[in-house]
């Protein structure tokens, strides 16, 4: 299965507001560093795409350490809907909420999280409601989903702060996690991105594979834990995601 990526704006403001409480010296900026959740693509002939994330940050290093405080554990949303198949253009169908809150559109008919709101009611093990007005061809509709949340997915301790891109890369998680289809696995120099897809606890990415990324200190690896289900709605196949991601800033050479 193919892959894209949504943007993970509400991630950005997060660490964005604990670089600027904590540190007044910091030595990466996130504004400056394109980072996206890994989403499964949909079915060729999916009409729109609705994706459920929980997002799980461990703090740069360059973070001075807080008490209690491991990381940024976040509910990201996201919503496509497309005039035809995906890759189509993009078009507002109404009000659209995620476990009764309600997603925005900052442009371009792409519907994301508000990016001042953390929770979406995201749990692992339970499953989500949608709810969409509807519009632009597509008809009302609500719907929870069969499926349930993945458990949240972590890197093993093997997963060092710093890789050699002239090297082979290999990334572990714990364990595969309950409720999950398939993992997503990423590295990333923060444009562009390296990815497989792989239903176990570790993959290796291979020196010829990470030879498009850039060397950085704010790069990033990633694992996905998720599942989909399709329903239609009208004669519109709406493809439903829900993903538990742990991303760490990394330092590619």
């Known amino acids: 299965m193919k892959t894209y990526n949504t943007t993970l704006c509400a991630l950005f403001l997060g660490i964005a507001v604990i670089f600027s409480a904590c540190s007044s ?3 990466i900026d996130p504004t400056q560093t394109t980072q996206t959740n890994p989403i499964p693509n949909a079915p060729g002939d999916a009409n729109a795409v609705l994706a459920a994330v929980m997002s799980y940050s461990d703090l740069p290093s360059s973070v001075p350490s807080i008490p209690g405080v491991g990381g940024l554990a976040i509910d990201v949303a996201s ?3 497309f005039t035809a198949a995906i890759g189509t253009n993009l078009v507002n169908v109404g009000d659209v909420k995620l476990n009764a809150k309600a997603l925005t ?3 371009g008919n792409a519907y994301i999280n508000n990016p001042t709101d ?4 995201l749990v692992a093990g339970q499953t989500n409601t949608w709810q969409v007005a509807g519009g632009s061809g597509f008809d009302a509709f609500t719907h929870t989903t069969t499926k349930k949340m993945p458990s949240q997915v972590k890197f093993s301790s ?3 702060a710093s890789y050699s891109k002239g090297s082979d890369v290999t990334l572990s998680i714990e364990a595969v996690t309950s409720n999950t289809d398939n993992i997503l ?3 990333s120099d923060g444009k ?4 497989k897809e792989s239903k176990t606890t570790s993959v290796t990415f291979s020196s010829s594979e990470l030879s498009v990324l850039k060397a950085t200190s704010a790069g990033l690896v990633q694992a996905a834990s998720y599942n989909a289900e399709e329903k239609s709605f009208g004669g519109k196949k709406v493809y439903f995601i829900n993903e538990t991601v742990h991303t760490k800033i990394i330092e590619i050479k």
């Open 25 to 27: 010296d910091d030595d």
């Open 105 to 107: 559109i900052p442009g």
């Open 118 to 121: 953390f929770s979406y009611s």
């Open 185 to 187: 696995w990423v590295i």
């Open 192 to 195: 562009t991105t390296v990815t």
């Open 158 to 160: 093997s997963v060092a």
């Open 79 to 81: 919503g496509s809907f």
